[in-house]
């Protein structure tokens, strides 16, 4: 196997991570390819066709294909090699990593690197995840499956739409369904807020006057063939359904926007550790695995609520690998940054005190709460404190730590407080 | 006195506007966007409108497109309508213009994705 394709760094996924981790290695002076098993780069962007991506990195409300085009071009004028419609059967490690692919052109094949970035989002949380009794009728679709045969195929799923959970995919599809002349009955939440941002509340669901019903979930699909319609119930504090509240809404489909997945599968056989917290790899602040030469980015790492973010993310994994492929592979001091109060999760979920570069930190609260302060403590020592008006799920929040602060410690632990 | 969630970015402030006196007056906004958002949103709510128009291509059949400036929010039904007898016959690239001028409003329609494959010499940068 001496005459395999090989390359310094390789990134799994042409989506915005992906795309931002390959422009970035190449900047940092690795010879990068990336891998795509769709035929079109853009990942799922190129479904995302409404507006508001690339507010922070670009100060611009961009359509996600607007958005995926600014990386598309780049990777392209840099001359990076991408391989679309190209599939990865396997990954193996051995003197770095074996990936073992399939496409039209050359049958299977393999490509060794040094080093690898894995880019390869996430997928939708399905009807089986959640508790829904009835057959199963044709019309129950995850929010993301409509979004594809509407925007790229140029279906319409269903004409009386009912969307269980009040994700940002879910409420954006409530619009995108009425503006191409289905009629949505309503949008249905299980918890008490909506999972969705504030401003897809008001643009998706009010300007067209769509109800959003919390607190009631879905406890049963009708139809044989086609669904013919829902049985919803109020639920209590506890989520449980409420005897007694339940009703039936006649409609002919059933949308689910009930939560993403990082998708990283693919890795298991690397014994790359995951966090059963975000589903992504347990990584450093360079998001560098805990297999040597594997980094993280993206929605396989934790699912953001903003693009931009997703391609800082790629942008930091790409340099890491490409450095740790051209050599500078001091061996990494880590220390476990532990979530505490209130923290739903952290990412990075280890701190590299080796690594003298300002540290991006990503944490979500556990429950909504108001005037609270983020404490990052190193033993008796404050890193970094951080008061907040409001911190909600929904809204990922992100901090810059000075690795000057870094000192020498058995774990930091960052947690919110009144 | 009345309260807005502005969507000028994923942050969505809770807006107080209160009229007095003619003016606008605003709180709430962490950033100067709110305040035009709110005199906006009182005096005439507009929105960027995202949608697809038919290509004549089979391998792209649908072209994504946004109108490249706002257009007053009850106008989006019927819009739609107009939008949806266009179809496209020419490769495009984002940016180029679908429609040069939507009826009764004095913005365009734009196209948002590149349907060229990418080895494709691009046209029209």
Redesign the interface.
């Known amino acids: 196997m001496s005459s395999m394709e090989s390359w310094d760094v390789i990134v799994i996924g042409a989506g915005p991570a992906g795309l931002a981790a390959a422009l970035a290695a190449h900047g940092a002076g690795a010879r990068v390819c990336i891998v795509e098993r769709e035929v079109r780069p853009g990942g799922i962007l190129k479904q995302c066709i409404h507006d508001g991506f690339g507010l922070v990195r670009f100060e611009q409300k961009l359509s996600g294909p607007e958005y995926a085009w600014h990386d598309i071009r780049a990777v392209r004028d840099a001359g990076i090699q991408l391989y679309t419609d190209t599939f990865l059967l396997q990954l193996e490690r051995e003197e770095g990593f074996v990936l073992t692919l399939q496409n039209k052109e050359r049958a299977v094949f393999q490509l060794k690197a040094r080093a690898l970035v894995a880019a390869t989002g996430c997928r939708e949380r399905t009807s089986r995840q959640v508790f829904i009794y009835g057959q199963r009728p044709a019309g129950v679709y995850t929010a993301g499956t409509v979004q594809r045969l509407i925007n790229i195929q140029g279906y319409l799923p269903g004409r009386r739409c009912v969307i269980l959970g009040s994700g940002d995919i879910g409420l954006i599809m409530a619009r995108r369904l009425t503006l191409e002349g289905a009629e949505v009955v309503g949008v249905y939440e299980i918890k008490a807020e909506p999972s969705g941002l504030s401003r897809n509340i008001v643009q998706c669901l009010e300007d067209y006057n769509i109800p959003l019903h919390l607190a009631q979930t879905v406890t049963a699909v009708h139809g044989s063939e086609r669904v013919e319609g829902v049985s919803i119930c109020r639920v209590g504090p506890d989520l449980r359904p409420i005897p007694g509240t339940e009703e039936y809404i006649p409609c002919d489909t059933l949308i689910l926007s009930v939560g993403l997945i990082p998708e990283n599968d693919i890795l298991r056989p690397l014994g790359v550790e995951l966090d059963r917290r975000t589903g992504g790899p347990r990584v450093d602040q360079r998001l560098h695995s805990n297999v040597p030469g594997l980094f993280s980015c993206g929605n396989a790492l934790h699912v953001n609520d903003l693009v931009d973010y997703v391609s800082e993310s790629g942008e930091t994994a790409g340099k890491a690998a490409a450095e740790f492929a051209l050599g500078g592979r001091k061996t990494p001091q880590r220390v476990p940054l532990l979530a505490r109060g209130n923290i739903q999760y952290v990412v990075p979920q280890y701190l590299d005190l080796e690594h003298n570069a300002p540290a991006v930190i990503y944490f979500r609260g556990e429950c909504t709460l108001s005037r609270v302060e983020m404490h990052l403590l190193s033993g008796e020592k404050v890193l970094m404190r951080r008061r907040y008006a409001v911190i909600r799920p929904p809204e990922m929040e992100r901090v810059v730590l000075n690795p000057a602060e870094l000192t020498e410690s058995n774990e930091i632990i960052i947690s919110l407080g009144g | 006195m009345k309260t807005?969630?502005?969507?000028e970015?994923?942050?969505?402030c809770?807006l107080e506007v209160t009229r007095r006196e003619g003016k606008i007056l605003v709180s709430g906004n962490r950033c100067p966007r709110g305040q035009g958002y709110a005199e906006r949103e009182l005096v005439n709510?507009s929105?960027?409108l995202?949608?697809?128009v038919?290509t004549s291509f089979a391998d792209f059949?649908?072209l994504?497109v946004?109108t490249d400036g706002e257009v007053p929010?009850d106008s989006?039904p019927a819009l739609?309508e107009r939008i949806n007898t266009v179809q496209v016959s020419r490769r495009l690239?984002?940016g180029d213009v679908v429609m040069p001028q939507l009826p009764g409003t004095h913005v365009a329609l734009i196209a948002?994705?590149?349907m060229t494959a990418?080895?494709t010499p691009a046209s029209g940068e």
């Open positions: 807005l969630v502005c969507i970015c994923p942050r969505g809770k709510p929105r960027t995202t949608t697809t038919k059949p649908l994504p946004r929010l989006i739609m690239l984002p948002t994705a590149a990418l080895d």
